[in-house]
């Protein structure tokens, strides 16, 4: 039987993107592509500025996942989240989900073709941190804003999303980045701004 490597299961709040506000359980997989994790290595990793723990957890099977999934009573969203989810979601546990009256959701970095899960997930967000992308469509794309010109930013709008947010990165240049993102956003109609609200209310 399937088992799958998972930092944490979590209830809270959809803090990001176009489904801030939401009820969602979060299943956080270990594992990414662009970076081990761990802070000895972030120098080489593909992407440099991940604010996320994704190291260690447990092996989890299908049922394990479900029960602490419904343990967790009350919201109807699950939201399948990394790492790079990408790399262990796929059918089985989806149509697992969904079964017992959930729907999903993926946050991914878009490196890993979503082809097989795709018809079963109902929103897609994918947050780019790299050029090799081999996801073109979905409901969001979610750009965390780190100072790129505005070129490089509407070159996204050729890809296929519902919905296109611009977030700025955390950290110490926060604020700079988030007077540069709203300047970007006041003469454009496809963008629309992200916050980590999540953060901003104390929530995990």
Same mark, same amino acid.
């Given at each position: 039987? *399937?088992?799958?490597?998972? =930092?944490?299961?979590?209830?809270?709040?959809? #803090?990001?993107? +176009?489904?801030?506000?939401?009820?969602?359980?979060?299943?956080?997989?270990?594992?990414?592509?662009?970076? &081990? +994790?761990? $802070?000895?290595?972030?120098?080489?990793?593909?992407? /440099?500025?991940?604010?996320? /723990?994704?190291?260690? #957890?447990?092996?989890?099977?299908?049922?394990?996942?479900?029960?602490?999934? $419904?343990?967790? &009573?009350?919201?109807?969203?699950?939201?399948?989240?990394?790492?790079?989810?990408?790399?262990?979601?796929?059918? %089985?546990?989806?149509? %697992?989900?969904?079964?017992? #009256?959930?729907? *999903?959701?993926?946050?991914?970095?878009?490196?890993?073709?979503? /082809? $097989?899960?795709?018809?079963?997930?109902?929103?897609?967000?994918? &947050?780019?941190?790299?050029?090799?992308? =081999?996801?073109? &469509? #979905?409901?969001?794309?979610?750009?965390?804003?780190?100072?790129?010109?505005?070129?490089?930013?509407? %070159?996204?709008?050729?890809?296929?999303?519902?919905?296109?947010?611009?977030?700025? $990165?955390?950290?110490?240049?926060?604020?700079?980045?988030? %007077?540069?993102?709203?300047?970007?956003?006041?003469?454009?109609?496809?963008?629309?701004?992200?916050?980590?609200?999540? =953060?901003?209310?104390?929530?995990?």
């Amino acid at each position: 039987m *399937a088992h799958y490597a998972i =930092k944490e299961i979590f209830r809270t709040l959809q #803090g990001e993107g +176009g489904q801030a506000g939401t009820p969602m359980v979060f299943v956080r997989f270990a594992g990414c592509n662009l970076w &081990s +994790g761990r $802070e000895e290595d972030r120098a080489e990793a593909r992407c /440099d500025f991940c604010d996320t /723990d994704f190291v260690g #957890g447990e092996h989890l099977e299908i049922g394990q996942i479900l029960a602490r999934i $419904e343990a967790l &009573s009350g919201p109807r969203w699950i939201c399948f989240t990394g790492g790079e989810p990408a790399l262990q979601l796929d059918r %089985a546990l989806v149509e %697992a989900v969904r079964a017992r #009256g959930y729907r *999903a959701a993926i946050e991914t970095n878009g490196t890993v073709a979503l /082809d $097989e899960i795709r018809p079963f997930i109902d929103w897609v967000c994918m &947050s780019p941190k790299t050029a090799d992308l =081999k996801v073109s &469509s #979905g409901d969001e794309l979610k750009l965390i804003y780190r100072g790129q010109s505005s070129e490089a930013i509407l %070159a996204y709008e050729k890809l296929d999303f519902d919905h296109f947010f611009l977030q700025p $990165e955390a950290g110490a240049r926060y604020d700079a980045l988030l %007077a540069g993102a709203l300047a970007f956003l006041q003469n454009q109609s496809r963008w629309r701004l992200s916050l980590q609200m999540h =953060k901003l209310i104390g929530l995990p």
